[in-house]
Each structure stands twice: as structure tokens, then as C-alpha cells.
């Protein structure tokens, strides 16, 4: 089957097939005919099984060869990442007319998104803030909305974007086309996407007997010490086959120090999180995707927009909420009928969160096997050479550390323990944790200041070991000490001309 047998027009099935596409996926096969009647649909299948083109075919052949200026069909996301993902998509199959596609994000600026909107974009792609901005300053006009889309739409109904999402349905005619679409549906979520549809069609795309994950992902679980991750992963990085890999970590700061991390063992990582500017997202995404870069390590906010068929591996750095974030994280991988590999750390703290996962998926493994960065089923499932370490290729600090410096005594007598990077080391013990880097990245530790005062360090060393010094000198009990070196010399005269009894007083 083909997508002209499914009833798409001949312009947009050449523009598809000149990028390779040219199979519907089984999603695409169920939903597109659908769709095109004008039903409203709840559309349902795992991450990766082409769920955009799903609606997206659709969307653009209702607009007509020929559609006339101003937003009439409107597509809404929960991050930036994925606006970017489908718009992109959607650029791809209106390459034979007219129709304009334009993303609209927080992160850039208004003009050029305004610019795209005042040329006649007729197909809007966007986050929820950005699009109601636009709206409210009367930028962006929803009212001739005729097609409208929910992307990831159990996140879009959830408690933290349902205002949002409300209100842009209420910018929006009642006679619209509404389409849902979603890799995870939970029924509450179904019961409340029909107060915004007329009469839905719910449609789910997968097997009775297939399971909660696809089939072709290898998924391994290991319950790992925290201060082996690192090690663990520099292992897994050089598993056979391996290809690009999306690492997920918890937080923000966790993902740029474990990117930090693997850049210093030798690898080609890089970082997306919150906290990097909309420039910086958009060019780590970029070069992860033209194999620049071939390690992304992004927090849970990237789940949903890293859409890269050629992901190879995905390692869970730590274990994600629930079950459903688990999915939207290892369905990064496998994609578009590709095999994947898909590796979960769980902590000790994290067993009661990991069995509530593995009950919910019905995997079986509640209680993950021990595992380390030297046991032999770690090499065995994961096809890594016996002997392989952590580390591709020696770095240098300006400090004077090499790789396998690790046990090395630092000057002033402060050892290097375990895989701590220069972190707090002050006062709390329970951050000295392996990915703790603090250090490294500029911050200050009060706890170190009245310690070794002759120590220096890369996190503004020179101006700690004055403060020392000063300290040193103000714990003489006031004196010369306290004073001026001017004075101090003034005092020595003084004394010397026959003040010498009172001055040793």
C-alpha cells in the first residue's frame, strides 16, 4: 500500500517519496482515510510509528491546492523541540504548492515569527505561551482556525497546559476539525478530549498482542551505585552497533554535567535543557541531527521532540516519573521500523518508583540485577569487548589531572575520591556523588574557604587563597596584624626609640 491508495493527492506523495518516504505506517493506514472525511479523531500508537504525517496529510489536503492567505489549520505542542520537529515535516510534504508552514515558539524573537504570520501562513505549528501571546496582542488571528491538532495530547490535557490549551480552543470556531493524537492515552484524558471533539473516532494502532513497547527495542534494566554511572556509560558508548544515543537525565544541572562528563572521557556529546538559550537548543539539536554530534544528553523536556529516525541507543541516566514517560523516553529510539536499544539505571532511593514502572508495563523484572560497570552481563547483553573502559582518549586539565589520576593525592593533602570532579566538598558529604562537578563550573563553596589556605582551584582559586591569608592574619588577636603596613612600620620605630617595654606588653 501507498500513501495514493489511502487518498492523498499526487503533489504530496512526490514530495514524500523524495525523501524516501513512500510506505504508510500502520497509524498513517487507519487515520489518514478518516480524516479526510472531516471526523474528528483520537489517535493512538507508540513513539516513532508516524504519527505526524498521520495527521499532517490530512491537514494539508483540506487547505486545497491552493489555500488562500492567513492561519487556517493549527497544530499545538508541548516543547520547542517538537514544534520545530513537525514543522519541519509538514515543510517537507507542502513542497509542491503554495501552502506556507510557520513555527511559532518561545525562546525567539516576536519579529521573524510575525513576519511569517503577515506573509499568509496558512498552517500554524506552536507552543501553547507563544501562540496566546501572539493572540493577545492581536498578532496572530485563530478565528478562521478550520483544522486544529493536539500533538502529544495527553500532555496537552494535562494540569499543566490545560489552561492554556482551553483557551486556544476558545480562540478557535467550534466548527473545527479536531484531531488527538498520542502515543499514551489514559482514560481520563480520553473522557475529557471529548468535550472539545464532535463524536470522536478513537483509533489505536497496535496489536492486541504486541505489548506496551515496541517490539523492536532490546530494553535492559540494571540497578547501579551512583558513583559507577559514568563509568558504565563510557562502557556503553562503545557497545557494538552503537550509533546515536539520547542519554535522560532528571534535571538540568544533572544533564549538562554529565555531558561535561563525557566530553572529558573522549566522546562527542552535547546538552539540551531548560537552561540553555532557544540559539543553544536549536544548535545542539541541529548538530545531533546531522551526526556532528552523536551523544545528546537532554532532560525530560526533550522527550517529546527528538524525533531522529537513526537513534540507536537510549540510556535512562535515571529513571523517568512513571510509566508513560518511560515510553515517550525509549520510543526515542527504534524509530520508523529500526531496531533500538534501550538501558535504565535504577538507583537503591528509586526500587519502589522503578516497581511501580514494571508493574504498570507488566515487564516482569521488579527487581533489576545488580549490576557495575566491570560485570559480565553488562558486556555480555550489550555486545561491549571485554577489556573496554570508560574513557576513549586522554585529556589534559590545567590543573595538571590525567585520566587514571583518579587516586592521586592533590597538593595540601585533599585525595581525589571515587569520580568526584572538583564538587562540593565542604561541609555536606552526601554531594559527593559521581556526577558532581561543581567545581568545574565556577561555584563557590563557602566550606572550603578556611581550610587548605595554600590550595588553589579552578573555581577562583587565587582570590579563596587571600581570603585565607586574611583570615590568618585578622586571628592574631588585632595587633600589627590589623593594621596597615605603613603603620605597622611607624609602630617598629616608635618602639625602637624607647617605647620597647610597653610595646612587648
Known amino acids: 500500500m501507498n500513501f495514493s491508495d489511502l487518498g492523498i493527492d499526487a503533489d504530496i506523495v512526490e514530495a514524500l517519496a ?43 489536503q483540506s487547505l486545497g491546492l491552493e ?8 497544530v499545538v505542542v508541548p516543547t520547542r523541540e517538537l514544534a520545530l520537529q513537525v514543522a519541519e515535516d509538514l515543510t517537507l510534504a507542502v513542497s509542491n504548492r503554495p501552502t506556507m508552514v510557520a513555527a511559532i515558539y518561545g525562546g ?10 503577515d506573509a499568509g501562513a496558512q498552517i500554524i505549528v506552536g507552543t501553547p505561551g507563544r501562540l496566546i501571546d501572539l493572540s ?7 478565528s478562521k482556525i478550520s483544522f486544529m491538532v493536539l500533538d502529544e495530547a495527553d500532555e496537552m490535557l494535562d494540569l499543566g497546559f490545560l489552561p492554556d490549551v482551553e483557551r486556544l480552543f476558545a480562540y478557535t470556531p467550534p466548527t473545527r476539525q ?6 499514551t492515552m489514559p482514560g481520563a484524558i480520553v473522557t475529557m ?24 527495542i532490546k530494553q535492559f534494566v540494571y540497578r547501579v551505585h551512583s558513583l559507577d554511572k559514568d563509568e558504565m556509560v563510557g562502557r556503553i558508548l562503545q557497545a557494538e552497533g552503537r550509533g546515536k544515543t539520547v542519554i535522560f537525565a532528571k534535571t538540568k544541572r544533572q544533564a549538562s554535567k554529565v555531558s561535561e562528563e563525557l566530553i572529558d572521557r573522549g566522546f562527542n556529546a ?52 512513571d510509566e508513560k514517560a ?19 539505571f535504577v538507583d537503591w532511593e528509586d526500587m519502589t518508583r522503578w516497581k511501580n514502572i514494571d508493574q504498570a508495563l507488566e515487564f516482569g523484572n521488579p527487581e533489576p540485577a545488580e549490576t557495575y560497570s566491570s560485570s559480565k552481563n553488562l558486556f555480555e547483553d550489550l555486545g561491549i569487548a571485554a577489556g573496554t573502559k570508560g574513557r576513549v582518549q586522554a585529556t589534559k586539565r590545567p590543573d595538571g589531572w590525567k585520566p587514571g589520576d583518579d587516586e592521586k593525592p592533590r597538593s595540601g593533602g585533599a585525595g581525589r575520591g571515587g569520580q568526584n570532579r572538583g564538587g562540593s566538598r565542604g561541609g555536606n558529604s552526601s554531594n559527593r556523588s559521581g556526577d558532581n562537578r561543581g567545581g568545574r563550573s565556577g561555584s563557590a563553596n563557602p566550606g572550603r574557604a578556611g581550610g587548605h589556605a595554600g590550595e588553589k582551584h579552578e573555581d577562583g582559586g587565587v582570590e579563596r587563597q587571600k581570603s585565607s591569608n586574611d583570615q590568618a592574619r585578622s586571628s592574631h588577636g588585632g595587633g600589627e596584624h590589623a593594621r596597615p603596613t605603613g603603620e605597622r612600620n611607624r609602630q617598629r620605630r616608635r618602639t625602637r626609640g624607647g617605647a620597647g617595654g610597653s610595646a612587648q606588653g
Open 136 to 142: 493577545k496582542q492581536h498578532k496572530l488571528d485563530l
Open 108 to 117: 525567539k524573537s516576536y519579529e521573524s515569527q510575525v513576519e511569517q504570520i
Open 67 to 74: 489555500p488562500t492567505l492567513g492561519a487556517q489549520a493549527l
Open 178 to 183: 479536531t484531531l488527538l493524537f498520542s502515543a
Open 270 to 321: 552535547c546538552a539540551l535543557h531548560g537552561d540553555m538559550s532557544q540559539e543553544a537548543r536549536e544548535k545542539s539539536m541541529a548538530a545531533f541531527r546531522s551526526g556532528k554530534k552523536e551523544i545528546l544528553v537532554a532532560t525530560e523536556v526533550a522527550a517529546r521532540g527528538i524525533d531522529v529516525d537513526d537513534v540507536t541507543h537510549v540510556i535512562n541516566y535515571t529513571i523517568p516519573e
Open 193 to 216: 478530549a471529548r468535550k472539545y471533539q464532535n463524536r470522536p473516532m478513537h483509533i489505536r494502532a497496535n496489536e492486541p498482542d504486541e505489548g506496551h513497547t515496541k517490539a523492536d
Open 18 to 60: 523524495s525523501k524516501g518516504i513512500t510506505s504508510p505506517f500502520p497509524i498513517q493506514e487507519q487515520a489518514i482515510p478518516v480524516a479526510l472525511t472531516g471526523q474528528d479523531i483520537i489517535g493512538q500508537a507508540k513513539t516513532g510509528t508516524g504519527k505526524t504525517f498521520g495527521f499532517g496529510l490530512p491537514l494539508i
Open 326 to 344: 518511560y515510553l515517550h523516553r525509549v520510543g526515542r529510539t527504534g524509530r520508523a521500523g529500526r531496531l533500538g536499544v534501550a538501558v535504565t
